[in-house]
């Protein structure tokens, strides 16, 4: 084919020959002709367009009142950003260098604390990262703020940031009820989520009437998660509009409305509730001497008064019927109520009763659930028991998850103790769990007793991969100003006789991880501060 022929045949031909090349297409001529030939039917082609109107400008980008960052926190933002990470990795075995991808959602913290504002220039790939990581989203999207709502619109990569309630809606400001009610009535779901968290904090009856307005007409996944807006400052006045979410025609819908007037003592379905448990659970003086001892007659019948105070009916695989009905009764049941129930014992005094018929461990549960719930930290001390002792060990709880729920209802400095406590008695090998539940950063003692436990175990000879949860979250949760006290351990240690091979190698990798990560952190503090430089990251 000559250049004549290209000329005269179509673009795909002209496509194929540019493909080919001219040396295994000769009849397509000359490169330079076929360059000329692809000139002119692009211009043919063009021509050929029909003129559209020009598109909408895009509306310009709202304000966003929030302080800058310092220029040290915004360079390291856009380092972290970069997703240097992977240097930190190498063939399966993690190095002495800091874990990078943890230190960006520890930063966005520090940032939200101290309330700045993203840069601009940041938010493509701040929205690029938290559509990566959906652990990171929440604070990422609450970081970008309204201008981050406003960019995530016109892409649709970034279509996840208008969908969960993570602060990142343009509110009105909760007193202004007009704004209020226009955006509750035509704002993206996100928005509306938002809004109803910003006015049930400001004015918990105001959110509570907001939501009766278009309650009827919302979806059940939303009537379910705007529901559960309720649970702050959740108090007596929302009892009315409970109890008529529990006819709600969604079974989610009706379950967490009474979880929510469970929480409530003085409500009428605690009181139901209280009224079944006692049926259920009673004190027994028929053994010998003292002989006080808890009987227990589970329900025989799920009826429809049960199931619409929100009693689930079918029990999950391999759970008796009789058992399932009876913990959810006692787990709605108000704690204060069985002291008069049971002699006048204290919480204590009742968990160490005795209970007839192997309904001990049921009934303990139960009552944990019930503790965590209503926040009552009488009880939740009481299942909770010495830290000396074993989970299953004494008479209150029998695992260490239900303990990590009880110690999240106690204030956080005598959680902080407890599970201080917890670890010099029994080590760090059943303790993860219970320090999840601790504020960060560690308190000084809970992090000695972390770091004491660790060179015991580091002493010990073990490889330190048994405590490498720990260790992360000791890099994640330790106080930077404890990094200059674990200098000494960084060093490999002399292996002991009978020591694993090399241990002491990759335990003194993992110090000196957790050493520079705590003075990364440091670093980080510092710049959010505007008191110190960015160093180069690792």
Known sequence: MSAAGVRAGSWEELVTAALLGTERRPAAGEPAALLDEAALHTVRRRAGLLPAPAPVRPEKAPDDGRPELPEAARRRLGQLLADRSAAAHSGGRRGAAPDLAELLPQWLSAAAERGFKAPPALLPALLDAARARTDLRPQALAFAGPRGTWLARLNPEWRFALRGGSGSAVLPDASDTEAVRRLWEEGLFAERVALLAAVRAYEPGAARELLATTWAAERAEDRLMFLDSLRTGLGGEDEPFLERALADRSRNVRATAAELLSALPASALAGRMAARAASCVALDRSGDGDGARIAVEAPHECDAG???????????????????????????????????????????????????????????????????????????????????????????????????????????????????????????????????????????????????????????????????????????????????????????????????????????????????????????????DGEAPTPPLP
Not at 416 to 422: C, K, M, P, S, T
């Open 306 to 528: 049960m199931q619409r105070d929100g009693v689930a009916p079918k029990p999950p695989t391999g759970r008796g019927e009789r058992s399932w009905w009876l913990g959810q009764l006692v787990e709605a049941a108000p704690l204060a109520g069985w002291t008069g129930r049971l002699g006048g014992r204290s919480a204590r005094e009742i968990v160490a009763l005795p209970v007839a018929d192997d309904w001990g461990d049921e009934l303990h549960a139960a009552w944990c659930r019930a503790a965590v719930r209503q926040g009552d930290a009488e009880w939740a001390r009481a299942l909770l028991g010495t830290p000396s002792a074993p989970p299953g060990g004494n008479a209150g709880t029998v695992s260490l998850a239900e303990r990590a729920k009880l110690l999240s209802t106690l204030p956080e400095e005598e959680r902080a103790e407890w599970v201080a406590a917890f670890i010099a008695a029994h080590g760090l090998s059943e303790a993860f769990q219970l320090l999840g539940v601790c504020l960060v950063p560690w308190s000084a003692g809970l992090g000695r007793a972390v770091v004491d436990a660790l060179e015991i175990a580091r002493d010990a000879g073990s490889y330190p991969w048994s405590f490498s949860g720990v260790m992360g979250l000791a890099e994640r949760c330790l106080s930077p100003g404890e990094a200059g006290r674990l200098d000494a351990l960084t060093a490999v240690p002399v292996e002991e006789e009978g020591a694993s091979p090399g241990a002491g190698g990759y335990w003194a990798e993992a110090f000196q991880r957790l050493v520079g990560t705590l003075r990364l952190r440091g670093a980080m503090l510092a710049e959010l």
